[in-house]
């Protein structure tokens, strides 16, 4: 087993513990960030841990997701001297028995600047944009009105809320945090007296209201610590903070090891971002690997909106296929392809038609979010539920059609309409419902199918989800300006008409059964071998220009918005290669974007070809 070497990041975190002082751990790609948490929250046990245990108190270890929870949970072998959590998870953990606060921070804080917020839609007129925020201002102050009578406020992870029945939210959850942190002492204080030691892990995704917050905290001599681990170039996240200084007297540390990729990569990486030189420290130091730019032109794109037609869409795709075949790469199954977006994927993998109703005339940003996610309220019954239900049944599994349904059908739940049957009678009816689902798959659409589960009680349907399928389609012509707030029913109906194999190709798309991902879902992720597709036609996004941030000369200045976060994703892109890293750009100009690229030292000649 290998021995691992203290790095010279790691010497100084030590000495940031032993004489209690904050500092912020500035870790580059591959760097080995998590083995320094879990190396410092160990330490802080071995020294600490015994008068911690004696006062009641704990380590408080904030991380972004779930997953990454579980994961440091059990390299800490599930010792509840610490306390992991998501971010949401510790804040509520530490706002849910103060009512009178929460009240307090809905009072003056969150509910007025919702309804400011709602004031600015609102221009007096009878637009349904301006009636419906007419409409949520009367609400809001109903609720604020009702809170004073609200016995305990409950937090449903959501994003809805009903404040005057005590119900908050995901971004409740932080807005309260952030006013607390700001205003309360009393607060700070109980904070710190809980969790002398607080690490956050990935904090250039905390938001950064809480990240002041938190420094408020732990600001002064005598007071509790904070440890940030993260990289301010690997925030994807709209509202997280980015940068994350620890409070004033911290230290502040740059880990330069690279322990994943190949020497290759590592030198684009640096000459990418400047401000951390990495070098290869593990494994991968003996690992040359190779990094190449192949340069495409772009055609100008001919539908509405500045999209590819199917056609253009199909070249595009074939420029795709020359370039891996041409590496040696058609049919490796280590090959992971990168896109920013998911019309090249879906295009590919044969759910083109769903993507575009999900980014076309009828999805708001946050429908277009949800899609991206998987989270979508009219396609979550298909990829929770139906989707495997019908998987399940191709492949005879019959073990799991009954598992799927004792989890998700109100039907077969404990007080369901077979709760009293015996297994085999449970096993035949879920065969029959199964069958009967299958037979609709491939001759009815969307909306029969979704009716047929209602009724059959194989999903349990949202109450958005069942108000869409119970009212009348919509058959007055869509306006922009008179429906905007109205167009996600325009959405779902255009989705009940589709066919369900398109959604079944989503659903195993997002299962990550498929080679295909976007930039955005590989965070955290690492591959022998990646190829990145940049093309800012195709990814249809004002907010990304991978041509003018790679190539400014050639294609012209980036604003400061699209600069910072094409930058981020590009470095995250980047830096998934293990080994070997190849990147298929369309510019306008191949030439002088060659030339550019050379110029600005991020490649060598040889690293870059230009398709004729």
């Not at 800012?536 to 294609?555: C, H, I, M, R």
């Amino acid at each position: 087993m290998a021995i691992r070497v203290e790095s010279e990041a790691d010497t100084l975190v030590r000495k940031c513990l032993d004489e209690r002082r904050s500092f912020s751990m500035i870790a580059g790609a591959g760097s080995g960030k998590t083995s320094s948490l879990v190396d410092a929250l160990g330490r802080v046990r071995d020294h600490e841990g015994v008068a911690l245990r004696k006062h009641g108190q704990h380590i408080a270890c904030i991380t972004f997701t779930n997953r990454a929870v579980e994961v440091i949970k059990a390299r800490l072998g599930f010792d509840d001297l610490y306390l992991v959590s998501t971010l949401h998870g510790f804040l509520w953990g530490q706002i849910g028995h103060f009512c009178e606060d929460i009240r307090q921070a809905l009072r003056e804080s969150r509910i007025p600047a919702l309804i400011e917020k709602a004031k600015s839609d609102d221009n007096g007129g009878t637009s349904k944009k301006a009636q419906k925020a007419r409409a949520k201002i009367e609400r809001l102050t109903d609720q604020l009105a009702a809170i004073g009578s609200v016995e305990i406020f409950e937090y449903a992870e959501t994003n809805f809320s009903d404040y005057g029945k005590g119900q908050l939210g995901h971004d409740d959850i932080i807005e309260i945090a952030t006013y607390l942190f700001a205003n309360n002492a009393t607060f700070r204080r109980i904070t710190g007296l809980r969790f002398p030691y607080i690490f956050v892990d990935e904090a250039q995704d905390t938001f950064e209201g809480i990240v002041a917050g938190l420094n408020l905290v732990c600001v002064g001599a005598g007071l509790p610590m904070i440890g940030y681990f993260g990289d301010p170039w690997q925030q994807i996240y709209d509202r997280s903070a980015g940068a994350f200084a620890p409070p004033d007297g911290g230290e502040i540390i740059k880990k330069a090891e690279n322990f994943r990729c190949s020497k290759s990569v590592i030198r684009l990486l640096n000459a990418y971002r400047g401000d951390v030189d990495q070098y290869a420290a593990g494994e991968n130091a003996t690992c040359e690997g190779s990094v190449e730019f192949l340069l495409v032109r772009a055609e100008e794109p001919t539908e509405p909106r500045r999209r590819y037609s199917k056609e253009q869409l199909e070249r595009a795709l074939a420029h795709m296929d020359a370039a891996v075949e041409g590496w040696g790469w058609t049919g490796l199954k280590d090959v992971k392809r990168l896109f920013l977006a998911r019309q090249m994927i879906a295009r590919r993998l044969g759910f083109a038609d769903l993507n575009r109703l999900f980014t076309g005339d009828y999805a708001s940003s946050s429908a277009q979010d949800a899609f991206e996610e998987g989270e979508h309220f009219l396609l979550k019954p298909f990829i929770s539920t139906i989707c495997p239900l019908i998987a399940a049944q191709e492949q005879n599994d019959d073990r799991k059609i009954i598992n799927l349904l004792r989890r998700d059908s109100p039907a077969f739940m404990v007080d369901g309409l077979n709760a009293e049957k015996s297994l085999k009678l449970m096993i035949e009816t879920s065969k029959d419902l199964v069958n009967g689902l299958q037979a609709l798959w491939g001759t009815e659409t969307i909306g029969t199918i979704l009716r047929f589960c209602i009724d059959k009680q194989i999903i349990q349907p949202s109450e958005r989800l069942r108000e869409n399928l119970e009212r009348a389609p919509r058959t007055d012509t869509f306006d922009a300006d008179l429906h905007s707030l109205d167009k996600g029913e325009w959405l779902a109906d255009s989705l009940f008409q589709m066919t369900p194999d398109p959604v079944s190709r989503y659903a195993e798309y997002l299962d990550n059964n498929t080679a295909y991902s976007t930039q955005h879902g590989v965070k955290g992720e690492e591959y022998d071998k990646v190829m990145v597709v940049y093309d800012d036609v195709e990814a249809a996004w004002n907010q990304y220009s991978f041509g003018k941030t790679l190539t400014p000369l050639t294609a012209g200045e980036p604003t400061d918005r699209q600069r910072s976060i094409t930058q981020k994703l590009a470095y995250v892109s980047f830096s998934r290669a293990e080994e070997d890293l190849r990147v298929l750009l369309f510019t306008a100009d191949p030439d002088a974007a060659r030339a550019e690229l050379i110029e600005s030292k991020l490649l060598v000649p040889d690293q870059i070809r230009i398709v004729t």
